[in-house]
């Protein structure tokens, strides 16, 4: 046996002096992004920040454990509603309010989880979807909550620093995004994530291994939902006002579908996917304000593809590019990567 | 060995299980005593896998009891059954197929791995909880992978490998979960002869060396002669015989069935 082999390598976050190299760069530049860059673009890596934390949650779920959820903007949800009234009604810290938050909200993913055991597939998509509109419809009646008015988000302070800027929030946003994927990459790589992977790849076997599906297709809900949750806690002082309304089915199929633009079962694909979206879904919505093409694709969607009459362009835009990456791509941004890597590898060959 | 309160290793007592009015399993009783290769032959469909169907957990028994280490099992999970000690390989493999070989491996590790959750997630050195757990497991799995040489296929993705590799692996990942009791189901099928010359010295050696019991499921009549200690005949779910190599050999409904011709030893499906 090769003794000097060492076992730790397999699992080292940063494989490689040059992954450590590439990993610290990243830091850099994210850490001086603020500077380099008007605040727009602040605000969107703010939003695609907490679209990468779902994106990973949803993808331990859907893409490692193979259990599908169009539910997700109800945890969502319960992370911005539960952090706000934590901090408004009980006078929590914004931490300790946003950690309980997503707690909650991982406590519903449990519960949820729980049915889910004998759900499937189509299944499983209708249960989920039932979640997501009912807590919205919850929410929507509960005055405490603010009802269809909504709630405001506090002030936003962190033991003596006011967070009273994108900048400033990003810095916060920064930090528990990395941290959560570091930490994710970490649970896909030890026992837990193992599990995740080889209840979806091969159940009964999984089982036969002493592997209880039960437990971790419930943790796997669980863990999702305090993803997602805390994302949704640091939506609501992204937005600074929330609304029911907001939490809708279409952002729990947004949810779902960065986790497959990016790839199933890739925490790279998570990141790339939501990033791409987000981009995309700020980004389109100045679309109708390009010079020339912007008013010509305004009327052409009037009067061919809209049924109402009220401009779509944005969505079949977004749609369009969807639909393309899986066509030409069916392991998503992910396989794309995946074959530049091995592209390169072998070139010039 | 002959003390007075010998607690059985394992003992099926007449077990039944029904599909849809089909008796799948017939009030099956048999033995096995530690250390022995125990086989159950029979032709397709006489209800083999669905016996360690039963003995795992994923079917639950109309009647009967199935006893492991003094202790009934019939009806519990799979998963229980497991972290008791016994392992299973699959006839239709049942792999992990968008993990490497080492990954499948280390979830045969996975009911001694304690890091869960929370450790797992600040995982952050060699010297974290988890990461040593991680490297004393994958030096215990790297123990298997150059008993079963495969280390060439260490870190491959196995849903890419060849058949016969395939089933190694899967032989592989249950004796990582380190069983007392080891259930086979076919692991020589699809094999080609060198292949199957290896996985016959693998199961002896599986026995011989690490003393593990084992209950196999073979259609090779000849390698079934050759290893086992001893054999059971089922068919129809019901018992035909049970006994010595030799003594399966001579019973009547085994020589129609199985050993009528001579050509027929070679290759009985
Ligand atoms: N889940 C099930 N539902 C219905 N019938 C089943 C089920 N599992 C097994 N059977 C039936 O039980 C009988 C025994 O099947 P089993 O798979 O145990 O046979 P076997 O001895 O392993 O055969 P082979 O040599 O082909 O593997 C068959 O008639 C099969 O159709
Ligand atoms: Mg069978």
């Known amino acids: ?349 | 060995m002959e003390t007075k309160n010998r607690t059985i290793f394992f003992e099926v007592c007449n077990l039944s299980i029904s599909f849809g009015g089909l008796d799948a399993l017939n009030d099956i009783s048999f033995e096995v005593h530690k250390g022995e290769i125990f086989s159950i032959i029979g032709p397709n469909g006489a209800g083999k896998t669905t016996l360690f169907n039963c003995i795992n957990g994923i079917y639950k028994p109309d009647g009967g009891h199935i006893i492991f280490k003094g202790q009934k099992i019939q009806g519990k999970r799979p998963d229980y059954v497991a972290r008791l000690g016994i392992g299973r390989t699959f006839q239709n493999i049942e792999l992990f197929t968008h993990m490497s070989t080492m990954e499948n491996l280390m979830l045969g590790r996975h009911r001694y791995i304690k890091a869960g959750l929370l450790r797992g997630a600040i995982m952050w050195a060699k010297r974290s909880f988890a990461g040593r757990e991680e490297v004393a497991h994958r030096r215990k799995v790297e123990e298997i992978i150059d008993f079963l040489d495969l280390q060439s296929v260490r870190n491959k993705f196995v849903g890419s490998l060849p058949y016969g590799t395939q089933k190694q692996v899967e032989l592989g990942r249950a004796l990582a979960m380190e069983p007392e009791l080891l259930l086979l189901d076919e692991p020589c099928s699809g094999m080609n002869s060198e292949e199957k010359q290896d996985m016959i010295f693998w199961i002896k050696d599986i026995q011989d060396a690490l003393g593990i019991t084992i209950l196999l499921i073979e259609h090779d009549m000849k390698m079934v002669m050759d290893i086992s200690n001893r054999i059971l005949v089922i068919n129809f779910g019901k018992i035909v015989t049970e006994g010595s190599p030799e003594e399966v050999q001579k019973h009547p409904e085994v020589l129609r069935a199985y050993l009528g011709e001579q050509d027929n030893l070679e290759n009985i499906a």
């Open chain 1, 1 to 349: 046996m090769d003794m000097k082999r060492d076992y730790y390598e397999d699992v080292r976050l940063f494989g490689s002096k040059v992954v450590l190299f590439w990993f610290l760069v990243l830091i850099a530049f994210l850490g001086f992004f603020p500077f380099l860059f008007r605040n727009y673009y602040v605000y969107l890596a703010n939003y695609m920040a907490i679209n990468v934390l779902v994106a990973i949650g949803l993808n331990l779920l859907v893409g490692y454990t193979g259990q599908i959820s169009l539910g997700h903007a109800g945890f969502f949800a319960i992370g911005a509603y539960g952090t706000i009234t934590l901090m408004t009604s009980a006078h929590l810290p914004f931490l300790v309010a946003l950690v309980l938050a997503a707690i909650g909200a991982a406590l519903l993913g449990f519960l949820l989880g729980l049915p889910a055991l004998r759900l499937e597939g189509p299944y499983l998509s209708i249960a989920t979807l039932g979640f997501g509109l009912t807590i919205t419809q919850v929410i929507g009646r509960i005055g405490f909550f603010g009802g269809r008015q909504g709630l405001h988000a506090p002030e936003l302070t962190i033991f003596s620093w006011h967070l009273d800027s994108d900048r400033d929030f990003y810095y916060l946003l920064i930090t528990i995004t990395v941290i959560l994927t570091l930490v994710a990459r970490n649970l896909v790589k030890t026992k837990v994530g193992r599990a995740f992977i080889a209840i979806r790849d091969a159940d009964i076997a999984a089982e036969t291994l002493g592997v209880n599906i039960m437990l971790y297709k419930t943790l796997a809900f669980a863990v999702s939902a305090f993803y997602t949750g805390l994302a949704g806690g640091l939506y609501a002082f992204v937005l600074r006002f929330i609304e029911p309304q907001i939490f809708s089915l279409l952002m729990s199929i947004i949810f779902l579908a960065m986790v497959v633009v990016g790839g199933l079962g890739s925490l790279f694909g998570s990141i790339a996917g939501a990033c791409l979206l987000s981009w995309l879904d700020l980004e389109l919505r100045n679309i109708l304000s390009i010079p020339y093409l912007g008013g010509w694709l305004e009327a052409l969607s009037k009067s061919y593809f809209s049924i109402t009459g009220v401009s779509n362009i944005q969505l079949i835009i977004y749609g369009s590019i969807m639909v393309s990456i899986m066509l030409f791509e069916p392991l998503g941004i992910y396989g794309i990567w995946i074959r530049t890597k091995l592209y390169w590898k072998t070139w010039p060959f």
